[in-house]
């Protein structure tokens, strides 16, 4: 039998996955077109790479057949084959056993939130929301006229951490506490610790806890991923677990989520506030690319996350000891979140790197619109030779600051 190890020293050699800029260029998604052509985007949660072998030949079976029927797969309705897909991964990677029919497929993990916000609480309740946040996150609780409490991420001198005692003070104002484990943008993978804190205070103020784990797939040894509904029984039976195969296999544009319930007990709570037909149906492609991705993707993941160690390791020697800049190495995810504050500009540092290192990072007031605009995000998976050229740009210009400061 092949050992993780063997499996992936092949998988790394086994995938071409880098992709020039001309290809990347060419490519009509957002990555590649919101910025013109002098600049190298390093913000949207994109990666570079060729997708994964599985994937592609399963989207070439459907185009070849021109199979755009309405799906019918095995003698299962279509979508149900991502939830037997999703389940039987989960106990895979992580022991952790649930049913298929406590599996929701839908469109997207946005789509998600926002259901779920919808039907676990009502108009003028708190939610709870991790800040510096993914930014639809804010609107999955302000378009539903429900009132944002802002848990933060703390930098306790070693990394992010999650305010416990702001948690406990908002919980009695909240219906919900949302949660995003692998943390998105400070690449935090939540400690068993931390996870168990946060559900217990969910429990004493009989929240629901609807957990954003999109990016699971992407941590860094030693650091490990732990779904917080697999903790308890009880925490699981207030538990909405959201993911995808979309971030990990790096194909958002197909379309493909699931949300998984705690118990069928919570499913029918959702379902008795959210009419089925408002949640969007995945398509052909999405099935497809979902089953492919979570049945036979492992040694094309296993590849990117070697590559993506590699990026990380990159940028924590370009950027973490360089004056002006703080950061902590994630965790997880292929995000940095770069600290600029002791730039001192005196405009959103988004802008800076634009205007003069003709970098694109995603600006840091998207996640933190009170503190965050001294913030960017760092997203490095694309090739080494992007991402060397990218760091190079960003020290050239972070340096014109830092020396003519010295010399002033
Ligand atoms: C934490 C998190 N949730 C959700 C999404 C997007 O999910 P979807 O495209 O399925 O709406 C992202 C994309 O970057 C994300 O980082």
């Known amino acids: 039998m092949t050992s993780e190890r063997d499996a992936h020293a092949l998988a790394t050699t086994d995938f071409d996955l880098d992709l020039s800029e001309d290809q990347l260029r060419t490519r009509r998604n957002v990555k590649w077109s919101q910025y013109p052509a002098d600049v190298l985007p390093a913000f949207v949660a994109e990666m570079d790479f060729a997708v994964a072998p599985p994937i592609q030949a399963a989207l070439e079976r459907v185009l070849r057949q021109q199979d755009y029927g309405y799906p019918k797969r095995d003698t299962e309705r279509p979508e149900y084959t991502i939830s037997e897909s999703f389940a039987a991964r989960m106990q895979r990677l992580y022991g952790w056993t649930i049913a298929a029919e406590e599996v929701q497929p839908l469109a997207d993990l946005v789509q998600a939130k926002f259901a779920a916000i919808t039907a676990f609480s009502d108009p003028g309740d708190g939610v709870i929301v991790q800040v510096p946040a993914y930014s639809p996150f804010f609107d999955a609780v302000e378009t539903p006229g429900r009132v944002l409490k802002a848990m933060r991420m703390v930098d ?154 590699d990026r990380r390791a990159r940028v924590v020697a370009a950027l973490a000891g360089e004056p002006g800049l703080k950061l902590y190495a994630p965790e997880a995810t292929y995000m940095a979140w770069l600290d600029c504050s002791g730039l001192r500009l005196n405009v959103p540092a988004q802008q800076f790197f634009v205007e003069e290192a003709k970098v694109g990072f995603s600006g840091g007031s998207a996640f933190d619109p009170d503190a965050g605009s001294t913030f960017v995000r760092v997203n490095f998976a694309t090739s080494a030779e992007i991402l060397d050229r990218i760091l190079d740009r960003t020290l050239t210009a972070t340096r014109k600051l830092t020396t003519a400061g010295h010399e002033s």
């Not at 197909?254 to 705690?262: D, E, P, S, T």
């Not at 492992?298 to 590559?307: R, Y």
Request: net charge neutral; aromatic share 8%.
């Open 156 to 309: 306790d001198g070693t990394g992010y951490v999650p305010d416990l005692d702001a948690l406990r003070r908002l919980a009695p104002e909240a219906s919900i506490l949302t949660i995003c484990n692998p943390h998105n943008p400070t690449g935090r993978a939540f400690t068993k610790d931390e996870l168990l804190a946060m559900a217990q205070v969910a429990i004493e103020h009989d929240l629901v806890i609807v957990s954003d784990e999109i990016h699971s797939d992407l941590t860094y040894e030693p650091f490990k991923h732990i779904p917080i509904a697999s903790l308890s029984p009880e925490i699981a039976a207030r538990t909405v677990t959201i993911n995808s195969p979309t971030k990990s296999f790096n194909i958002p544009g197909l379309r493909a989520a699931v949300m998984h319930f705690g118990t069928m007990a919570l499913k029918e709570r959702f379902f008795a506030r959210v009419p089925r037909k408002l949640l969007g149906q995945v398509g052909v492609f999405g099935i497809e690319a979902a089953n492919a991705a979570w049945r036979e993707g492992t040694p094309w993941l296993l590849a990117v996350k070697a590559a993506l160690a």
